[in-house]
């Protein structure tokens, strides 16, 4: 064959398969309501910037070679707003995306040359329907899955947070799918999508339960109860523009600080209005979220794991135009007091922003932590335990303030005094002890008559007001709540020009990415 019929004969062969597994499976997805792995690449990336790799690769099962355009798996790179990023995509018009050992492969070597040499952030876009059958059984395939050929077990789930790993599930991700998903640093799930290690057809055959995919591993199972989602979409356009969102608060990889960005006009301004928001009763609840609006650029925050825990806040958001981490108690939900799944979901925030250079911003209002048989039964002690090594691991800047409760243990969960805070202040409303001083008192006077034991419990009260903290400098100063603002653009800014401060030493990036 001369020039001209090879190039002919390439035309040809890409043209086949970049109609992926053809019109009638296309159709297939469409009328689902969700886009093909090919059309959500160029929703996802700025127009005409993506650059494919492995395009020719295919099924090694005999027969299967023309069947299995890019094996069901579609990498490579391009750019989000000028940025340049990678994308993996499910293409589930190919064999559902199901799995086998060339795209397996392909799957390991792109991530390898992505966490190795390119070390930029990494989307993987899933919707994936777990083994290739008729790939894997029998013993010397399941073997070359095992490996990858290339040692791919070890090298896959040895997962550390070198660059941003965010996953997309936006239709069924079964299998290797929900592995990716459970490394991720980052998951937005669209609703009506599952994540879960098994599909329904396997589970009736293998243990004869009959779930949907939706009631083992849908949007609500994930974003309330296992807190492995972070973000849930309504529709794939939304899940867009979340992922985009998120990466403008990482770096493109850990030795990078994340990007600056113009302080939004009327940020200043918000604080004024934070003394409305605290209640001038000490018993009454109120949303943390309103007050750290108050503080932040524009009063934007982008929240993970809103409805896990959600007695507390962990949120990127930015103060005067660096990112920080925001960890804040919220006392209205649960007066504030810190279940299980609220201390996995520090931990694992912990873990994000510590990876990526991100400084830390406690607020501090809660009464302690949940215990009591169920919380015995959730293991509190361990978890608590846990959230405390993994909080002295911690090396990037951590900036505590007291708002209001303060009380026992969770002071040092939530890096007050025996937490390691570099930068530790109270408001004038703080309350800092071992426990309410009602409580407190009810315990050592309840005995009393009722005058003589509100004399004791005004005496607690007292006692616990940050001056004697300060006095004995367990806290480095009192601030005007007004002026916290200005505070933390002053501790920022200090933080910024220190050499000690200026990358982490990411102690925590090969801690365990879910809980």
């Not at 069947?67 to 940025?83: E, M, Q, S, V, W």
Request: hydrophobic share 40%.
């Amino acid at each position: 064959m001369d020039i001209e019929d090879l190039l002919k004969e390439l035309e040809q062969k890409r043209h086949q398969f970049l109609q992926m597994g053809g019109p009638e499976k296309v159709k297939r997805q469409h009328d689902k309501g969700r886009l093909t792995a090919r059309e959500r690449i160029d929703r996802l990336l700025d127009a005409g910037s993506f650059m494919e790799t492995g395009l020719f690769a295919h099924s090694d099962f005999p027969g299967m070679e023309e069947k299995t355009p890019a094996d069901g798996l579609i990498c490579g790179y391009g750019f989000i707003n000028g940025r340049r990023i990678a994308v993996v995509a499910n293409d589930f018009t190919v064999l559902a995306s199901t799995n086998a050992e060339v795209n397996l492969k392909k799957l390991l070597a792109f991530k390898t040359q992505v966490k190795e040499k390119m070390k930029v952030p990494l989307v993987f876009l899933g919707e994936a329907g777990g083994a290739r059958m008729p790939d894997c059984q029998g013993s010397k395939e399941v073997c070359a899955l095992s490996g990858y050929g290339l040692d791919g077990l070890r090298q896959e789930y040895t997962h550390f947070r070198t660059q941003p790993f965010i996953f997309a599930a936006l239709g069924e991700c079964y299998g290797v799918a929900d592995f990716q998903a459970n490394l991720a640093d980052f998951v937005v799930q669209v609703k009506g999508s599952a994540i879960s290690v098994s599909g329904p057809r396997a589970l009736g055959r293998a243990i004869g339960q009959t779930y949907s995919g939706e009631e083992m591993g849908g949007w609500e199972i994930h974003s309330r109860i296992t807190g492995i989602t972070d973000k849930v979409a309504e529709d794939e356009e939304e899940c867009f523009r979340i992922i985009r969102k998120y990466l403008d608060y990482m770096p493109d990889n850990q030795s990078e600080h994340p990007p600056i960005r113009p302080v939004s006009e009327g940020s200043e301004e918000r604080m004024s209005r934070i003394l409305d928001v605290l209640p001038k009763n000490r018993k009454r609840a109120y949303d943390m979220h309103r007050i750290v609006e108050c503080i932040v650029d524009g009063g934007d925050c982008f929240e993970l794991k809103p409805e896990f825990g959600s007695m507390l806040i962990t949120a990127l958001a930015r103060i005067s135009g660096e990112v920080v981490g925001i960890v804040a108690n919220n006392p209205i939900v649960n007066m504030g007091a810190t279940n299980t799944d609220a201390l996995d979901k520090m931990m694992s925030f912990l873990c994000l922003c510590d990876s990526y250079n991100i400084p830390l911003i406690f607020l501090h209002d809660t009464p302690g932590h949940m215990v009591g048989k169920d919380a015995e039964a959730k293991r509190v002690g361990a978890k608590v335990v846990n959230a405390l090594q993994c909080l002295f691991q911690v090396t990037v800047p951590k900036i505590a303030i007291i708002v209001r409760k303060s009380y026992g243990q969770v002071t040092t969960n939530m890096c007050g005094q025996g937490g390691g805070p570099d930068f530790l202040v109270a408001w004038p409303t703080a309350e800092i002890g071992f426990m309410d001083p009602l409580i407190a008192a009810d315990v050592v006077y309840g005995s009393l008559p009722e005058e003589e034991r509100m004399k004791e419990v005004d005496k607690m009260i007292g006692d616990s007001s940050p001056y004697p903290a300060a006095g004995a400098y367990y806290v480095q100063d009192i601030i005007d709540p007004r002026e916290t603002r200005n505070y933390l653009i002053k501790v920022l800014r200090i933080v910024r020009e220190s050499e000690d401060w200026v990358l982490s030493e990411h102690r925590l990036s090969n801690w365990p990415t879910k809980f």
